[in-house]
C-alpha cells in the first residue's frame, strides 16, 4: 500500500506547475552559471578550471541556501498539511491506511520529487559545459561524475535533511507558517556561522552551526593552490563530512520523533492551537429573536472606514502571531551576536555613532524580514482562500482594493514597528561602547529610508505576484526569481535603475556623510 502512496504523490505534484518551475529554476542557475560570464557562483574563480570539482562544489553550496531552503519547504512542508486544509484528514485516518504506510509514503514521495526538481542542477551543468562559444582551455574534460559528487554532497544531503525537519514540523504544527519560519532559522544560523568563521578559534563551531555545509568545504579547501582546485576532487571528509553526518544525525532524529508523536486525529491539534471546548450536552432553551435590519450606507468615509477597519484587523493577527514573533526573536538574536563588531568597518573600530548602530541594525533586519515579507505575502492573499471563506469575503459590499491595500498597510506597519524596536537596541549598544552622543534623528531616517521604505516596496510587489496566479508556491517561486533576476542583473549589464525594481537610493543618510 505504501507503493500507492508514494504514486499518488508524485502524480500530485507532476501535476503541479510549480514543481516544473523549480526544476527551471534550478537549470537556469546552474546553466548561466558554467556558459555565461554574467552569473558567477562560484566566487572569483581566476585560473582555475571552470568545470572544476571545487568550483562545482561552490555552486552547489550556494544554490543549497536560497533556492534549495525555499523549495523544500514549499514541497515538503504541505505533504501533510494539505490534507488538513482540504479537510480530507478525517476522510483518510478513517480508512485501512496505516500510520506507517501514510507518513513514510508521503515523505517518499515528497522527497522523490526534490530529487527530481534538484536534478536541474545536473542537466544545467551538463548542459551549459557543452556549449560552442566556451573557451575550452579553461575547462576540464566533460565528466559525469565531477557533476554528480557536489550535487550529492550538498544539494542532496541538504534536501534531505530539511526534508525531514521541514515535514516533521508540516506534520506536527499543521500550519505552513512554521514551516517558513524554520527555513529563516536556518537563514540565520547560517549567517551566525559566517559571523564566527572570522574567528580561528571558532570555526569548529561554525563549522557544526552551519545547516548547509558550506563552511566546513571552505575550511577543508582554503589552503589549496590554484593547480590544486583545478585538479582536485573535493574528498568527502573532514569539516564537511562532521558537518553532514550531524546535521544528518538531527534531521533523522527529528523525523523519528516527529513520526512518534504524529497521531491520527478527526479534529486537528497543532503547535501553538487551543485545545477544542467539549460542548455543553445540558438542554438550550429555545428564544425567538428579531432578525436585524441591514441598512445600506452609502457615506463618503465608508471606503476609509472599511479600510481602518481591516488593517487593525490584519495587523493584530500579524503582529501576535507565534510565528511573527519568532521572526522577530531571530533578528534580535543576530543582532546581539554580531554586536561586537557593529562599530567595525574593515577591521578597523570606530566611534559607535548613531549612523553605524543604525545601518547596523538595519542590514541584518533587512535580510531576515526580505524572507518574512516573501512568506507572509502569499499568508495574506491566501488567507480567506484557505479557510474556503474567499467567495463570502469576495462578495461583501467593499472595492477590490480595500482588502489587498490593508493587507499591505497591516504587514509594513508590522515590519515597521518591529524595526522601531532596533533604535533601543542601538543605544544600548552605544552607551555599553562608552558612546553618549544619541541621535534620535540619525536612527528614525536610516531605519526609514534604508530599511522601511524598501521591504514595504518589497511587500507590494509579493502580494501583486501573489494576487496574479493561481498558486501560492507559483506565487512564491515567480518572487525568487525576480530576487535572483535583481542579484545578477548587473553582472548581466542591466544596471540601470529603470531596469530593476526596488533598486533606487532612497535613503537620505550614510555614516560616510556623517
Request: charged share 10%.
Amino acid at each position: 500500500m505504501i507503493l500507492d502512496v508514494i504514486k499518488f504523490e508524485l502524480k500530485y505534484r507532476l501535476n503541479r506547475p510549480a514543481t516544473y518551475l523549480y526544476f527551471i529554476l534550478f537549470f537556469m542557475l546552474a546553466f548561466g552559471a558554467v556558459a555565461w560570464d554574467g552569473i558567477n557562483l562560484s566566487g572569483a574563480i581566476g585560473k582555475v578550471k571552470q568545470n572544476s570539482s571545487f568550483v562545482l562544489h561552490n555552486m552547489a553550496g550556494i544554490m543549497g541556501l536560497v533556492p534549495g531552503l525555499f523549495i523544500v519547504s514549499a514541497i515538503m512542508g504541505v505533504a501533510i498539511l494539505r490534507d488538513t486544509e482540504h479537510k480530507m484528514d478525517a476522510i483518510l485516518f478513517t480508512t485501512t491506511i496505516s500510520k506507517s504506510t501514510y507518513f513514510h509514503g508521503r515523505f517518499i514521495g515528497s522527497f522523490l520529487i526534490l530529487l527530481g526538481t534538484s536534478s536541474g542542477f545536473v542537466f544545467g551543468i551538463g548542459t551549459g559545459l557543452l556549449m560552442p562559444w566556451l573557451d575550452q582551455t579553461k575547462l576540464l574534460p566533460w565528466q559525469l561524475s565531477k557533476i554528480m559528487r557536489p550535487w550529492l554532497a550538498f544539494i542532496v544531503t541538504n534536501m534531505f535533511l530539511l526534508a525531514c525537519i521541514f515535514f516533521s514540523v508540516g506534520a506536527l504544527a499543521r500550519r505552513m507558517i512554521f514551516v517558513y519560519l524554520q527555513a529563516v532559522i536556518f537563514i540565520a544560523l547560517y549567517v551566525v556561522a559566517q559571523t564566527l568563521i572570522g574567528n580561528v578559534e571558532n570555526i569548529q563551531l561554525a563549522v557544526l552551526l552551519d545547516p548547509i555545509g558550506f563552511y566546513g568545504f571552505q575550511v577543508d579547501t582554503r589552503y589549496w593552490t590554484i593547480a590544486e582546485k583545478s585538479n582536485l576532487d573535493v574528498p568527502f571528509s573532514g569539516y564537511l563530512r562532521q558537518n553532514r553526518f550531524v546535521w544528518i544525525g538531527i534531521a533523522l532524529a527529528i523525523y523519528l520523533v516527529s513520526y512518534v508523536a504524529f497521531k491520527f486525529r478527526t479534529v486537528p491539534q497543532g503547535l501553538f492551537s487551543k485545545k477544542a471546548k467539549l460542548p455543553n450536552n445540558s438542554p438550550v432553551k429555545a428564544e425567538t429573536l428579531a432578525l436585524p435590519i441591514s441598512k445600506g450606507s452609502f457615506a463618503s468615509g465608508l471606503f476609509w472606514f472599511q479600510f481602518w477597519v481591516l488593517t487593525k484587523l490584519y495587523y493584530k493577527e500579524t503582529i501576535r502571531s507565534v510565528p511573527f514573533i519568532g521572526f522577530a526573536l531571530i533578528a534580535f538574536i543576530i543582532l546581539l551576536i554580531n554586536a561586537e563588531s557593529a562599530n567595525q568597518r574593515y577591521g578597523q573600530e570606530l566611534y559607535p555613532v548613531s549612523s553605524l548602530m543604525a545601518d547596523f541594525a538595519t542590514s541584518y533586519a533587512t535580510v531576515i524580514f526580505m524572507a518574512v515579507g516573501l512568506f507572509y505575502s502569499g499568508e495574506m492573499i491566501w488567507k480567506e482562500k484557505d479557510i474556503r471563506f474567499d467567495q463570502i469575503f469576495d462578495a461583501l459590499p467593499t472595492l477590490n482594493a480595500v482588502p489587498l491595500v490593508s493587507k499591505w498597510l497591516a504587514l509594513t506597519l508590522s515590519i515597521g514597528t518591529v524595526l522601531l524596536l532596533t533604535i533601543p537596541m542601538g543605544i544600548l549598544l552605544q552607551l555599553a561602547k562608552g558612546f553618549t552622543h544619541i541621535e534620535l534623528g540619525v536612527y528614525l531616517q536610516i531605519i526609514f529610508f534604508q530599511s522601511f521604505v524598501p521591504l514595504a516596496i518589497s511587500l507590494a510587489l509579493g502580494l501583486v505576484v501573489q494576487s496574479l496566479v493561481d498558486n501560492k508556491f507559483t506565487g512564491y517561486a515567480l518572487h525568487i526569481l525576480v530576487y535572483i533576476f535583481i542579484l545578477f542583473a548587473n553582472d548581466l549589464g542591466l544596471n540601470h535603475s529603470l531596469f530593476l525594481f526596488n533598486s533606487g537610493e532612497m535613503y537620505l543618510l550614510r555614516y560616510e556623510w556623517l
